[in-house]
């Protein structure tokens, strides 16, 4: 021990020694490990799955990638799968989705960004009651609302439609859109809202001229929140729509929990990918926006 | 000029017109819808709602149905295992996430892709992987165990925690981004102060960080709690309510007594009483949270 | 009608807690008048009144002669200067300048002719086209200051317009708002908490405290002649001493002291054996070799020096109360040490121990 060093302090100095395979990083490399796998998981047996032919699934383990890739599955997933009677696979509920969530998602952002800003700006006697019962509205069970929109929606004749789910979609989707705007406009300085009205501009002027412009990043979050939501919507479709109309995720349950003649594994998991797809899609590109998205609804009013 | 008073009601017009949209929803389906259910539950309703009175009868039927208990059964399990594990997942994924690790982003992403994903989909995938033909009980025999049984969907006795499998893989991420969001506000002077006075981590978290964590807990358990009442596609995709009767849950049963079985009544009795869940639950924290807020202006 | 704006018996009420109460207040054409006071004494939301942001509960204003009560902000005749600038962040510089005046439909000519007439005034023509992002603080201020101009107003209202610079560029700017306000001759009400800020640009000063205004004067006034107690102790710092007595025989007793009030300018004669309170600024007590030109001299102890540079300020007992005096920064003075000091009862104030109003 009686180094010839020069210095003249003795124990230890300088960096603290590091181990980069101390107990704790295996521990928690090892979990992270394990526990990220097991999410991975069912999205690699799921593409797996859609890429082998039906005898390789009869032969093999559901973990083993394909021997032999195929786009079978797929293509048939996607046009010629049956449900039922009707043998046109996804490609019907996927229009359909797309026309159900691209008015849905405009006309929900339209409605709550402008109701957020009155809430937050031009705040007149009871907005806040109604706001209230607005938010609270968000915790009743959609069940308990089923059946009289059912009623007003025949009433104005479009149950049924496509139109008339879009309306269901507005309608569910204010509560929590209106507190992410709401939220976010109250956030912005009041000064500039003020600075605005010296400057003459209105109701109207100040949120196209002044709000608007500020909130992208919002309107991001809103329209993904609103994309992945209303694509992944089950019940809705389903009580809503008729066959013609049902959405993607409708036809999806259909074909796969269809019993009529031999299971096709494959073909059922090309669809259920095929259906995750738009939103799997907006999560990966979307990454903290959705986040952000999420921890809205946990952020109180 | 405005020499004389604008009429209150005109007063900030174009705010009012905004607000239609929102005050037609609160009053009409919100209050209105929910006001209309719970009338036409003491009704009895069958094809078509009608307001012929017959008492508290529907819930008499309801609470005698085999197939309501079950399914209130099958919520009590799922929802009581799904709550004690998402929090102690979540909570305990967050906190190995926060441990400034490498791969922070990516480890993130895929905890919660699954969240992403609608419930159709994610019952299906697990149905899959649970089957036991080629599942997961096939791999294990493969493996040499020969007797291995897993087989959570075809065996009525625990076909509920099939669900609750495909549950926790899509909820769980949702905790832990939330945890993680609620580990991320503590200050952190707090952890410098406990390491000074030598408390271990495991301590720190039990006793100061958590009870700290308390608004996100609270927001999280509303969250999940809300979400766990609400289950009904998951079930219908990965089980159909099958084996037999076994995975029946409430929302399930009020879809199927309004559009399959033609029996409304029943229906609105039993939404009724998922509401009254939600209420329980919804109710007392909103007095905690928003009681007192009336003072701080 | 020489008066710019008028403010009748103004009332505002939040619910039942009352902002403002009976609020009277009359402003000269050109005046520069500060409303002065604390966090939550109501000096903004009377500027909000006064630009429309606020709806009043009762009462009237007047700008220019017209009853402005109920107009909308941009129609009453004002520009207003924010404490956070409040630039919209996605316009330039120019399109802060000229949203108001598209809004007001201006032709083109009109509204270039007024950017650049506000931008060279403001020294702010190089920065036109880039956004309030790429701007110092103090930059944004003056295009802040700019948009007020292009309005071609008569009445200039700030709220707070230097709270959030820091202290150089704060005196910077104060002097450059003063030499605006010699340029334009347009009315301008400026809200703010610093004293500072308020002696060096009022004409006059409204001191503000529970939504009154308490004192409406000429700087010199609020400072040489605080009609009550709160406000001799919110004008200059350090604060004013403070020595509670009795006014008996022409002399204010404090103790075993009896300073003489014969130089004392009381406003409706000199009361006898009243309970008061006698304000002294610590600027006022003599010093050193004039020590023997004061009215009343007594010796005390220094119990602890602050020295700021310019000035020394000692901490001392007198009567039994905590008393600070301001000595010239070059004074060298110790703790413990005796110091003899002179108070001249011409430059104090009293204040009736009760209802704290001057005597």
Not at chain 3, 59 to 72: K, L, Y
Request: glycine share 10%; aromatic share 10%.
């Amino acid at each position: 021990m009686a180094d010839t060093t020069s210095q003249t302090f003795t124990g230890p100095h300088g960096p603290k020694p590091t181990k980069a395979f101390s107990r704790r990083n295996i521990f928690l490399y090892g979990t992270l490990l394990v526990v990220t796998l097991y999410y991975a998981l069912p999205l690699y047996i799921m593409i797996v799955t859609s890429l082998k032919g039906m005898p390789e699934i009869r032969l093999g383990n559901i973990f083993a990638p394909p021997l032999e890739v195929t786009f079978e599955p797929w293509v048939k997933a996607w046009s010629e799968a049956c449900t039922g009677l009707t043998c046109d696979g996804l490609s019907t509920g996927f229009w359909n989705s797309v026309r159900i969530t691209i008015p849905s998602v405009i006309l929900s952002i339209i409605i709550a960004s402008v109701n957020g800003y009155a809430l937050a700006n031009w705040k007149f006697k009871g907005a806040n009651v109604f706001f209230t019962i607005l938010i609270f509205g968000a915790f009743i069970p959609y069940q308990v609302m089923l059946y009289p929109i059912v009623i007003m929606l025949r009433e104005i004749g479009l149950y049924g439609s496509l139109t008339g789910l879009v309306i269901v979609h507005t309608v569910f989707g204010m509560p929590i859109l209106t507190l992410l705007f709401r939220n976010y406009f109250s956030s912005l300085p009041e000064e500039l809202f003020k600075a605005a009205r010296v400057d003459g501009a209105g109701f109207w002027g100040i949120y196209f001229r002044i709000m608007v412009p500020m909130s992208l990043p919002i309107f991001t979050v809103a329209m993904i929140l609103q994309v992945t939501g209303i694509w992944n919507d089950f019940l809705f479709g389903v009580v809503y729509t008729g066959p013609d109309s049902y959405p993607m995720t409708v036809s999806l349950n259909n074909i796969v929990n269809s019993t009529q003649g031999v299971k096709e594994y494959n073909v059922n998991m090309a669809a259920t990918i095929i259906t995750g797809l738009v939103p799997l899609t907006i999560y990966f590109v979307s990454g903290k926006l959705f986040v952000r998205g999420i921890a809205a609804g946990a952020v109180k009013g | 000029m405005a020499s004389t008073r604008p009429n209150q009601l005109f007063r900030n017009k174009s705010a009012k017109i905004a607000a239609i949209p929102m005050i037609v929803t609160a009053l009409f389906v919100f209050v209105g819808g929910t006001a209309w259910t719970i009338v036409y539950s003491f009704t009895s309703s069958g094809l078509l709602p009608r307001l012929k009175w017959v008492g508290l009868d529907q819930y008499e039927r309801l609470w005698d149905t085999r197939k309501w208990l079950i399914s209130i059964e099958n919520l009590a399990i799922y929802g009581l295992s799904m709550l004690i594990l998402v929090f102690v997942i979540g909570f305990i994924l967050a906190a190995l996430i926060d441990q400034k690790i490498r791969f922070e982003n990516t480890i993130r992403t895929v905890i919660l892709y699954p969240y992403a994903l609608s419930f159709v989909v994610t019952g299906l995938v697990w149905q899959w992987i649970l089957n036991p033909e080629f599942g997961v009980q096939n791999i294990v025999r493969g493996w040499g165990w020969e007797t291995f049984t897993f087989d959570p969907l075809y065996n009525a006795e625990i076909a509920i925690f099939g669900i609750l499998i495909a549950g926790l893989w899509q909820g769980s991420g949702l905790v832990m981004v939330l945890m993680l969001a609620g580990l991320r506000g503590i200050d952190q002077d707090v952890w410098k102060a406990a390491r000074v006075d030598g408390i271990p981590a495991w301590k720190t978290y039990l006793l100061i960080v958590i009870p700290m964590m308390r608004p996100v807990f609270i927001t999280t358990l509303v969250l999940v709690v809300t979400g766990i009442v609400k289950i009904y596609d998951l079930i219908v995709a990965q089980t159909g309510g099958g084996p037999g009767i076994a995975t029946e849950v409430p929302a399930k049963y009020v879809y199927d007594m309004m559009f399959q079985a033609n029996n409304l009544g029943q229906g609105f009795a039993a939404s009724t009483m998922m509401l009254l869940t939600v209420a329980l639950v919804v109710i007392p924290w909103a007095i905690l949270e928003f009681g007192g807020s009336k003072n701080r202006g | 009608m020489t008066n710019s704006v008028e403010i009748k018996n103004l009332d505002l009420q939040f619910g039942a807690v009352k902002v403002l109460q009976d609020l009277n207040l009359d402003i000269g054409k050109g005046e520069f008048l500060v409303l002065l006071g604390s966090s939550g004494c109501g000096k903004s939301t009377l500027l909000n009144c006064i630009a429309g942001l606020l709806d009043v509960s009762g009462g009237q204003i007047h700008i220019n002669g017209t009853n402005v009560t109920w107009a909308e902000p941009s129609e009453r005749g004002i520009g207003m200067v924010f404490q956070s600038y409040a630039l919209y962040p996605q316009m330039t510089v120019e399109g802060n300048l000229s949203f108001g005046l598209k809004n007001a439909k201006l032709p083109k000519s009109e509204i270039e002719s007024r950017v650049k007439r506000a931008s060279e005034i403001l020294q702010i023509e190089p920065l036109l086209k880039r956004k309030p992002a790429a701007l110092s603080g103090g930059q944004r201020q003056r295009v802040a200051i700019g948009r007020a101009l292009v309005r071609d107003v008569d009445v200039f209202l700030f709220d707070e317009p230097l709270s959030n610079l820091d202290a150089k560029l704060r005196a910077d700017l104060r002097v450059e708002i003063k030499r605006l306000h010699h340029s334009l001759q347009n009315t301008m009400i400026y809200v703010t908490h610093d004293q500072i800020e308020a002696m060096t640009l009022a004409d006059r000063i409204a001191i503000m405290r529970g939504g009154q205004i308490m004192q409406l004067g000429s700087p010199d006034e609020i400072y040489g002649r605080p009609v009550n107690k709160y406000v001799a102790d919110f004008i200059g710092s350090p604060s004013m001493n403070f020595l509670e007595g009795k006014i008996k025989d022409g002399a204010f007793h404090v103790g075993d002291l009896a300073i003489p009030l014969a130089d004392y300018a009381f406003a409706d004669g000199a009361p006898n054996n009243l309970d008061a309170t006698i304000g002294i600024r610590p600027e006022h007590v003599v010093t050193g070799e004039l020590v023997g030109n004061a009215a009343y001299q007594v010796d005390v102890e220094v119990s602890l020096i602050e020295p700021t540079g310019s000035d020394t300020l000692v901490d001392c007992t007198v009567a039994g109360n905590h008393f600070r005096v301001r000595m010239d920064g070059q004074s060298r003075v110790s703790v413990g040490q005796k110091l003899r000091i002179g108070i001249n009862p011409s430059m104090a104030s009293l204040f009736d121990l009760k209802s704290e109003l001057r005597l």
